[in-house]
């Protein structure tokens, strides 16, 4: 379903993302939108993974390819991302952006996650099977959590509740554990999960700078939970990760298919919808992947 630069400062993003009403001005076509929303996927996703790659650099004393996956991870996230975020709305005010999180949570709690495990049942996965299970059961007390968080901002009733607890789990160099429909679904898996964890730290920046701590904690820690706990344990289970020279090799290669097919696709789909703002974005996005694919070739042919 997905095809596998610069830092803005934190602060400079956050000014630009609370005023999402001014990107209302143009409203993009629905083609665009749903790619703005696939590019938003995909660069959480290469922000996660080049996270995780950078610590397992940093196991095995690359100094060099763990500054390269920690400097594009934040590219793409405080860059790419951050840029994309704009046109598609991503950040409104608090009770928008808690509706958002719940909206998000029952679906994956009572659709997705309910429909991948099942398939996984079915396949004979039955690791995978619990897994989708289990964070299923944690994304329904995440939706509640933010039901009754929304309850107390708009109707002053009740506590904003805390976060719940992580099990941090680290990703590690493993084989998938499942192949077929499972596999593609835990690729699927991971990028809901890596989008999540993004706005969920956007939502706590736009709660923090609205003075309500207890709520940035809860999208914070909610957060945490998303990438070190369900996106990292779908990671080991799909074998997302090996050594650091296969991570550099497979970087580039997603890189490349961003720079070449998905980008260049996009801005052409905007560019005929008149949508010429976000074409240019989508152009601009297309070159800065293709240097990250350079960079990387550069690093794995050392
Ligand atoms: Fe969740
Ligand atoms: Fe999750
Ligand atoms: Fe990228």
Redesign the pocket.
């Known amino acids: 379903m997905f095809p596998t630069t610069r830092t803005l400062a934190a602060a400079a993003m956050v000014g630009v993302l609370l005023a999402p009403t001014a990107a209302l001005a143009e409203t993009p076509s629905s083609t665009t939108e749903e790619n703005l929303h696939t590019a938003l996927t995909i660069e959480a996703f290469d922000w996660a993974r080049y996270t995780v790659y950078a610590e397992q650099a940093d196991r095995e004393d690359d100094g060099s390819a763990s500054a390269l996956f920690t400097d594009t991870a934040a590219e793409d996230r405080y860059d790419h991302l951050a840029a994309l975020a704009i046109p598609a709305g991503l950040v409104g005010g608090n009770a928008q952006n808690l509706q958002a999180a719940i909206d998000g ?1 029952v679906y ?1 709690a009572t659709v997705m996650y309910p429909e991948f495990a099942a398939t996984a049942r079915a396949e004979g996965c039955t690791q995978a099977a619990s897994m989708f299970r289990s964070i299923a059961a ?2 329904k007390m ?1 939706a509640k959590k933010y039901t009754v968080a929304l309850s107390a901002i708009t109707r002053g009733r009740g506590s904003i509740p805390r976060a719940t607890g992580l099990q941090y789990i680290t990703v590690t160099p493993q084989l998938p554990a499942c192949g077929g429909q499972t596999q593609t679904n835990l690729v699927t898996a991971m990028h809901g999960e890596a989008l ?1 964890t993004v706005k969920y730290q956007l939502f706590a920046e736009v709660a923090l700078n609205s003075g309500n701590a207890a709520l940035a904690d809860l999208f914070a820690g ?1 957060a945490t ?2 990438f070190r706990e ?1 996106f990292s344990d779908e990671a080991n289970l799909s074998g997302l990760m090996w050594d650091t020279e296969t991570n550099l090799t497979d970087a580039a290669a997603s890189e490349d298919v961003e720079a070449t097919v998905t980008y260049p696709a996009f801005a052409q789909q905007a560019t005929e919808a008149e949508d010429f703002d976000v074409a240019s974005l989508f152009e601009e996005l297309a070159v800065a992947e293709g240097l990250q694919r350079d960079a990387f070739l550069l690093l794995a042919e050392r």
Do not use: P
């Open positions: 949570e994956e944690e994304e995440h999540a909610t939970v998303e369900h």
